[in-house]
């Protein structure tokens, strides 16, 4: 040292050190907090997209269940007049009928 002090040398020695090892492993450290910072982000991403995952899986099956009990829920006569209207499946007989009215016009 370059004073002399009253502190003993043993002292200032021990927190020369001890102040070196701090500085020396501050990087360490930090690079240490930061991969904690970024492994519980990692997690918390990966718990949102399982509730996401699990709540459209809940909503798809609700969708589902009121789809089956609006089909159970409806006459079959009038799910079959539907059926055709939406299929378009009385063409070929209004065609057919179409046809036997015009060949009764013929001479």
């Known amino acids: 040292m370059t004073w002399p002090t009253r502190v003993n040398s043993q002292i200032t020695d021990a927190v020369t050190q001890s102040d070196v090892k701090v500085v020396g492993?501050?990087?360490a450290m930090?690079?240490?907090?930061?991969?904690q910072t970024m492994?519980?982000?990692t997690g918390i991403l990966l718990q949102n997209a399982v509730a996401s995952s699990q709540q459209q899986n809940a909503?798809?099956?609700a969708?589902?269940?009121?789809?089956v009990m609006q089909i159970y829920s409806l006459d079959t006569t009038a799910v079959a007049g539907a059926s055709e209207k939406v299929?378009?499946?009385g063409t070929p007989d209004n065609l057919s009928s179409l046809l036997t009215v015009l060949?009764?016009?013929k001479p």
Do not use: K, T
Not at 30 to 35: C, D
Not at 63 to 67: D, I, L
């Open 59 to 61: 909503l798809s099956q």
């Open 30 to 35: 930090a690079m240490g907090v930061n991969f």
């Open 103 to 105: 060949n009764a016009f």
């Open 25 to 27: 492993e501050a990087p």
């Open 87 to 89: 299929g378009q499946i």
């Open 39 to 41: 492994a519980h982000s």
């Open 63 to 67: 969708a589902s269940n009121q789809g």
